[in-house]
Each structure stands twice: as structure tokens, then as C-alpha cells.
């Protein structure tokens, strides 16, 4: 190369078919605009599958026929593909057959060739503050929609309830709450249950980003491992479910924080050092894939994509 300018290309990125049928525009320099990421575009045009840089396929399309893999198209040599999900091993159903198909992985897990979490800790800076009440009316609440009776969140929610109150809402308990009202209801309370669907590995969802660090309620996590969520949270912000033996005790300490307002305020200090950014939009993640191109390995080959995914 001899100017720098020369060596800066254009990146074109194929989403072929939007993530639970939903789609977003897609005009304009979106990475620009939304993530400040040059040089990188999207689109969800399908006749631009023999020129793009990289194809994305989102995993639960292709799991339930709403669409297919362009197994009858020359793929191009240089031609990336992308499986990607958000979702814990157990939800990505029908994997088996997709193997030797993807070069890279794009998911919440670390280990990811993309890995895109569903929120971030980053330094305060000045600008992101949190509102939080001081007039709680609520002990604990949880969202839950999908509620499972053998899932072990079920169990320790129908345990723990016989000594706390908890207020439920969600799908399940038919008490949807509006998006607009989520984070308001959930800010009343002291707790929020994060409870995940599974225990998988780096598998922590908007129930922890989203529901409680946002909502100003301290997270009572149920999920990977404290240390998991001590990599990637903020200092002294949760309380998780594995350090206690049994259910009672847990309830014990909740009311011990509840009451000592020292404890309790001890678990928002990191407001003062840190602040927390989630990802929502699928657009932002897809942008993501720019950033990490020049690191990616370019050859790679997922041959057993569902040993990765199970691992
Ligand atoms: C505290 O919340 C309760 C219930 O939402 C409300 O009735 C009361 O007016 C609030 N008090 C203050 C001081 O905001
Ligand atoms: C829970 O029950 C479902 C359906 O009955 C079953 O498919 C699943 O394997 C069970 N999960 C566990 C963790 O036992
Ligand atoms: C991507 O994966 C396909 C399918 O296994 C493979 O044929 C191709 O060589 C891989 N491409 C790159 C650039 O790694």
C-alpha cells in the first residue's frame, strides 16, 4: 500500500433474513451513524450475495424453515458466513445439520468469533447518570414469560417466594408490562430476580443489563458462575443465588441488605466509577462484525457447529 487512505476498503455485509421476521431500515451509513464504524456496510438485499464481504444467518430462521441456507449458490472463495444467535444452547434447536457450513460465530459468548454481549461495563463518564428511587414500595419482582416448572428458576423462585415477597410479572402470570413500563415498575423494588432460562456458559441476557442495573434494583443473579459475572459486570453490583446453600439462607441475606441501608447502598457504588451499555439493536451488532474483521481468522471452518455451541 502506499497512501493509508488506499488501505482502508469498504466492507459489505449480507443479513439474510432479519431475526424473528422483524426488520429495520437499513438506509443510509447505519454503522456510521449508530456506532460511529466507517467503511462498513449492511444491507438485507439479497441480490448482493456474489459480491459481499460476509453473510450473516441468524439461527432461529433456519432452525424452523422461514428460511434456508443458498446451498444452490456458487459461494465466493473469499465469502465469509456467520451463524448467529443470542440464545443459550437449549434454544438453538435443529443445529446438527448445520455443520461444516459457518466460518465464524457471532453470540453473546466471549469465545465467540463475535462475540456480542448484551450489555457492557464501561468507565462513568459524566454524561450517562442513573435515576434512581429511594421510595421503594416492592421487595423483589421478576419478569418471567417462559416459564418452565423444572427449570431450576422455577424451582428457587417457588421456594423463595414462601419468604419474600415477590411481585411477578410477564406472559406467564398474564401481567405483560409494556415496554414503557418496565423499567419504572421494576425500579420500585429493592431486588430483581435475573433469573436466566439455563445455566450456560457466559450466558447472561437483558434480565441482568437491562431489568435491573437500568431499572436501579439489585440484581439477584441465577445463571453462569459469580466469576462469569464478575468478568464483565460492575464491582459489587449483584447478588448470585450459588453463594448461599440454601434457599432460606439467600432469603436471609436479602432481608439483611433490605434493612441496613450501609449494605444496600453498597451495591449502587459503582454508579460513581461505572456505568453500563446494552445492546438492542441488531443493527449495532451487525456493525460489530467490522470491527473485529481484520482480527478474524480468515480460514475457518465450524465442522461440528454443535459441539461449539454445547461446549
Ligand atoms: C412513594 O410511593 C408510593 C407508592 O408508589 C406513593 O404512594 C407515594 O406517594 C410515594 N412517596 C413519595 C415521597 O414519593
Ligand atoms: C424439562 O421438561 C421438558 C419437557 O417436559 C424437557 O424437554 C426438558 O428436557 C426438561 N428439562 C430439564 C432440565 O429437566
Ligand atoms: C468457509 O466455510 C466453507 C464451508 O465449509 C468453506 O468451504 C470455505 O473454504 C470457508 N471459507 C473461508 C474463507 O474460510
Known amino acids: 500500500g502506499s497512501h493509508p487512505a488506499a488501505m482502508i476498503r469498504n466492507l459489505s455485509i449480507l443479513l439474510w433474513h432479519w431475526p424473528f421476521g422483524r426488520s429495520y431500515s ?3 451509513d447505519k454503522c456510521l451513524e449508530m456506532s460511529g464504524i466507517g467503511h462498513c456496510f449492511l444491507t438485507d438485499d439479497r441480490s448482493a450475495y456474489p459480491t459481499v464481504d460476509v453473510v450473516v444467518f441468524h439461527h432461529k430462521e433456519l432452525s424452523n424453515g422461514a428460511s434456508a441456507l443458498p446451498l444452490d449458490l456458487r459461494r465466493p472463495a473469499a465469502q465469509h458466513w456467520v451463524w448467529l ?3 443459550p444452547p437449549v434454544n438453538n434447536a435443529n443445529i446438527k445439520q448445520l455443520g461444516g457450513v459457518f466460518n465464524w460465530t457471532m453470540s453473546y459468548r466471549s469465545d465467540a468469533d463475535i462475540p456480542i454481549p448484551y450489555g457492557k461495563t464501561l468507565p462513568e463518564d459524566g454524561i450517562h447518570g442513573f435515576q434512581r428511587t429511594s421510595n421503594h ?5 421478576w419478569v418471567v414469560s417462559r416459564y418452565k ?3 431450576t428458576r422455577a424451582y428457587v423462585y417457588q421456594s423463595l417466594k414462601k419468604y419474600i415477597p415477590i411481585e411477578l410479572y410477564g406472559g406467564w402470570n398474564k401481567k405483560r408490562l409494556p415496554d414503557d413500563r418496565l423499567l419504572p415498575t421494576i425500579s420500585k423494588c429493592l431486588f430483581y430476580l435475573s433469573f436466566e432460562n439455563s445455566e450456560s456458559k457466559d450466558y447472561i441476557s437483558e434480565k441482568l443489563w437491562r431489568n435491573a442495573f437500568q431499572a436501579g434494583a439489585i440484581p439477584v443473579v441465577l445463571g453462569p458462575s459469580r466469576a462469569t459475572c464478575e468478568a464483565v459486570a460492575p464491582p459489587h453490583s449483584f ?6 446453600t440454601s434457599v432460606a439462607e439467600l432469603a436471609a441475606y436479602l432481608k439483611y441488605v433490605a434493612a441496613d441501608k450501609q449494605a ?3 451495591y449502587f457504588k459503582w454508579h460513581q466509577t461505572h456505568r453500563i451499555k446494552t445492546y438492542t439493536d441488531w443493527r449495532e451488532r451487525l456493525c460489530q462484525i467490522c470491527l473485529k474483521y481484520p482480527r478474524l481468522p480468515s ?11 454445547n461446549s
Not at 414500595?137 to 419482582?141: I, N, P, Q, R
Not at 447478588?239 to 448461599?244: E, K, L, M, P, R
Open 264 to 266: 444496600y447502598e453498597g
Open 299 to 309: 480460514l475457518k471452518v465450524y465442522q461440528d457447529l454443535e459441539g461449539w455451541v
Open 26 to 28: 437499513l438506509t443510509g
Open 239 to 244: 447478588i448470585h443465588v450459588a453463594d448461599f
Open 85 to 87: 444467535s443470542l440464545e
Open 149 to 151: 416448572p423444572n427449570q
Open 137 to 141: 414500595s416492592c421487595f423483589a419482582s
